[in-house]
């Protein structure tokens, strides 16, 4: 498939994928947006700096399940979908809405996300998460500091911080989110049994990603 149109949602195998963002606080060595220029799956997800509304985005998903239903919503674009965190809640409030009152049918509600959100924001964010998502995928690729550092290339803001924060923000989601499942990235030479202890102490779980 090939569409040179930037996609705000675009359909992944039983999921719609939402494009909140292209900003990040991370520019991680495994990222896939510099591997595939901005591309995946055919889809063009370069939004050129012009970042959608919600009612942009829930234009678009209602269009899609239009023409097929998903199993799953999923905030996660070529960007760090907590930066537009405004946008993300009042999408995901609304979806949850239209799935109560039977608008839409019933699907799950997932972000993927470096987990840097309370850090951006100065704020605990995963109470206003809760209300809306059904699970969350958090990055966190490292069990030490400083392989996190070496692997995610935090921007120098957050870099003194970063890494307990995406701890501390794993276990705050780990209290109120249904599923929290963490992430590292295969074949960057991580301590995987050392990654899983840490991740099951902060009440996740831990998922190894393939390395594209």
């Known amino acids: 498939m090939s569409n040179d149109a930037p996609q705000i949602v675009y359909r992944f195998k039983n999921g719609l994928?939402?494009?909140?963002?292209?900003?990040?606080?991370?520019?991680?060595?495994?990222?896939?947006?510099?591997?595939?220029?901005?591309?995946?799956?055919?889809?063009?997800?370069?939004?050129c700096g012009k970042e959608p509304s919600a009612s942009e985005v829930l234009e678009e998903i209602y269009k899609k399940f239009k023409e097929k239903p998903a199993e799953e919503v999923v905030f996660c674009g070529y960007g760090e979908p907590t930066m537009?965190?405004?946008?993300?809640?009042?999408?995901?409030?609304?979806?949850?809405?239209?799935?109560?009152?039977?608008?839409?049918?019933?699907?799950?509600?997932?972000?993927?996300?470096?987990?840097?959100g309370n850090l951006v924001h100065g704020r605990d964010i995963t109470a206003d998460l809760s209300g809306?998502?059904?699970?969350?995928?958090?990055?966190?690729?490292?069990p030490q500091k400083e392989e996190w550092l070496a692997l995610v290339r935090p921007?120098?803001?957050?870099?003194?911080?970063?890494?307990?924060?995406?701890?501390?923000?794993?276990?705050?989601?780990?209290?109120?989110i249904d599923k929290v499942v963490v992430s590292?990235?295969?074949?960057q030479n991580v301590n995987i049994e050392e990654t899983k202890k840490l991740v099951k102490s902060l009440g996740a779980e831990l998922y190894v990603r393939e390395y594209l």
């Not at 590292?184 to 074949?187: E, H, L």
């Open 184 to 187: 590292v990235v295969d074949k």
């Open 84 to 116: 537009r965190l405004e946008v993300l809640l009042e999408v995901g409030r609304t979806l949850k809405r239209k799935i109560k009152d039977g608008s839409l049918p019933h699907f799950a509600l997932r972000l993927n996300t470096i987990g840097l």
């Open 132 to 142: 809306v998502l059904d699970k969350i995928n958090i990055s966190l690729n490292a």
């Open 17 to 47: 994928y939402i494009n909140l963002t292209n900003r990040c606080p991370n520019a991680c060595v495994f990222c896939l947006k510099n591997k595939f220029s901005m591309r995946f799956e055919g889809y063009n997800l370069n939004l």
């Open 155 to 176: 921007h120098q803001k957050y870099a003194d911080k970063g890494f307990e924060a995406v701890l501390d923000f794993i276990r705050l989601c780990s209290g109120k």
